[in-house]
């Protein structure tokens, strides 16, 4: 432990130094960052793949579950499609200098509230190396330094991305201590890691929700959680059904194993009988298993009997649950009880019900008419997210560029004092 | 510990239902909160003065420190002021339902990001009975429940405060559990509250820096902090000396306990000589006692020589640590040292240097020309402020109702979905 905290001072501490040289490069810099680490993985392209083969052969040796396997595997057209990722972030604006707002205020005092970066980022992250680009990306553009704590699975393929990552540093005269990898052979350098406050202003941990509890436990800087995405939608009684089917449909089953998928239904009584013999008959066509209330099994009897548990699960697969609400307070209620903050739908013509939907439901997203698959940055307009938070603080929802920035206030007087 | 979980459970249930409503309370229900909360304090004037004093009689046998103890009264002037605070906060705008950004995105996707309360807050303060009228009514114009611990020395006070303030959630048809005193005879009570973080979802301490740190250690919700203060003043080269002699004498003995006052005075080698007797006289004159560098104590030889330990000191007394620094970048490293994030000041002309200061200083607030006092939520037109934030998150600076909240994202379609 001790060991590791001074290693990890020492990181910290020039990823500090690193952190008030970036907070004070202008976009002209970033954005040929962005350029030369794009030539430069283009580049080097052959030798990045061969480094990933040979994680991706130590995976399967290993055992690792083929859904692992995958996310780990880069190919020629994930290489691409990283590389041009880097392209869209420079194409973003800067947020760093945006005045947020100002004011002259009586007596002359002028404030300024200016956009400004965090400091220093620590990222950790599982097996998917092209995370390791878009988080360091979309880092130099917010001027953050970060530090990249990858998969040991993804090692190689981590190292070889970041000599170029860090070869680009050079190109254009950044700090070599702005992206730093610290791969540990044990837990006690993660741990050393969240203990050092002093030096990492924020933690983004991206994985299951058992490892991003176990980071905020642990952590002593905030953490920009992301815990779970259990997200309903709401068919109410004045629901287009057509619209409503085509909305679960997406919802459940474009890419089911993503936080914003849809995971439960709620029915409004009166368009039950109507609604959910078609819609749960299309969906178990495609392979959703259904797991439902009383009403709902009556209605659909392929329906397996839904626990409280199924009603509060995040399956992240082809499963739904189900429950037929006697009104919209009933679903507002379920919601409040089951919801994950997360991402939550409701379909309706009515104004007043789409309304009041809108306002008591308590989530980082509040849909009408939409997909809740549509919680997204890219969607949103933010461009790249480097996560999605279900916290309220300090940012809600898609996490891209300007959720990487805070404030400062600049004050300009000519001899103002306090009275 | 288990006795204290479930009373906790038990309050942090009835503050989160609160919320819920207090959430969907519209502007005019807590304006007139507002306004009878005033008249009801102002009818029970003279009954609040005596269990006040019956608080002050028990404070002054307990021997408490007599700053402690003029912390704690209340005076019909006090009471007078405290009234006059609810009918600000009223007049100031509702942040609640105001739409920050919104775009229609390509596609026809209506995204509005809006702003909503934060939910329940726990508000940790100490004597000063009237910060429990300040918090609660910031917190009910801002829509959120509350849990008030206060001092134990103020229970009477605030038992009384209490009745007043719930009499007027009861006028206005506002829940009772929107407002709660939460007293606890033991440290446990405040263990219990700091571990639930399933009901509370921000603690806002106020007091020590002892306090404050352990809150934070202990909390499992966000915890707003406001660690230390050690502003610093730097008289550069290019400063109007006389513009600076007047910002040292505010930002010093305008009033020394406050944590935006002026704690450490650097100065520019090439105006010391002619700055430093006669700024440093004058504040001996008014009884502060300097702690300088070497170059300092020849210059002023009243100084005492001072440590490495008074540079970084939060004195919160007449007491300033001065330094002799021969350029802006050694002001930047000794700022970026020993500053606390709080605020800091720069005297000068120089437009270019004052430029740098404001882009390199990593602060809440940095100021040109003006006294480090003038940090204040009020003078930054926030209006009443719960607190100045060295944080980063969620908020930084003056803490007054806006930092109160968090938002959501309102997503309108017509059926849209993912492609």
């Known amino acids: 432990m001790q060991h590791w905290s001074s290693v990890v001072a020492e990181w910290g501490q020039a990823a500090r130094a690193a952190a008030r ?36 052969a130590d995976a399967q040796t290993a055992g690792l579950a083929p859904a692992l396997i995958d996310r780990l ?40 509230k200016v956009r400004v970066p965090v400091g220093v980022l620590l990222f950790i992250y599982e097996s998917r190396p092209g995370v390791t680009v878009d988080a360091a990306a979309l880092a130099m553009k917010s001027g953050n330094a970060i530090l990249l704590r990858g998969g040991k699975e993804a090692r190689r393929s981590n190292a070889e991305l970041q000599t170029h990552l860090a070869a680009a540093l050079a190109d254009v005269g950044l700090p070599a201590a702005a992206i730093q990898q610290v791969t540990d052979p044990d837990r006690q350098l993660l741990t050393a890691l969240l203990h050092a406050g002093d030096w990492i202003d924020l933690c983004i941990p991206r994985g299951g929700e058992g490892l991003i509890r176990a980071v905020a436990a642990e952590a002593a800087m905030p953490v920009l959680k992301h815990y779970r995405g259990n997200c309903h939608l709401y068919v109410d009684a004045a629901a287009d059904l057509e619209m409503a089917r085509r909305l679960l449909y997406n919802g459940k089953c474009q890419r089911p194993g993503t936080c914003n998928a849809t995971e439960s239904l709620l029915v409004h009584a009166a368009v039950a009988e109507r609604f959910l013999p078609v819609a749960l008959a299309e969906l178990q066509t495609h392979g959703v298993e259904i797991r439902g209330c009383p009403t709902t099994c009556r209605l659909f009897p392929p329906a397996r009997p839904a626990q409280d548990a ?80 279900t916290d309220k603080f300090h940012a809600r929802g898609p996490c891209g560029l300007v959720e990487l920035t805070t404030y400062k206030y600049h004050v300009l007087g000519s001899g103002h004092v306090r009275h």
Do not use: M, Y
């Open 21 to 56: 040289c970036l907070a004070l490069a202008d976009t002209d810099q970033k954005n040929a960052w962005l350029t030369r680490a794009k030539e430069r993985l283009d580049a080097g392209a052959e030798r990045l793949l061969s480094a990933n083969a040979a994680d991706v």
């Open 73 to 112: 595997r880069l190919t020629p057209a994930r290489l691409a499609a990283l590389s041009q990722g880097l392209l869209e972030i420079r194409a973003l604006p800067d947020p760093i200098g945006q005045v947020i707002e100002g004011s002259r205020r009586p007596g002359g005092l002028e404030i300024r």
């Open 310 to 389: 199924d009603f509060a699960a995040e399956f992240l697969d082809l499963i739904l649950s189900v429950r037929v609400v006697p009104d919209l307070e009933a679903a507002l209620d379920h919601v409040a009880r089951f919801g994950s903050g997360h991402t939550e739908a409701i379909v309706t013509d009515h104004g007043p019900t789409a309304a009041r939907f809108l306002r008591e439901v308590d989530a980082a997203a509040v849909l009408v008419n939409a997909s809740t698959r549509l919680h997204d940055g890219s969607v949103f307009g933010l461009g790249a997210e480097i996560g999605i938070s």
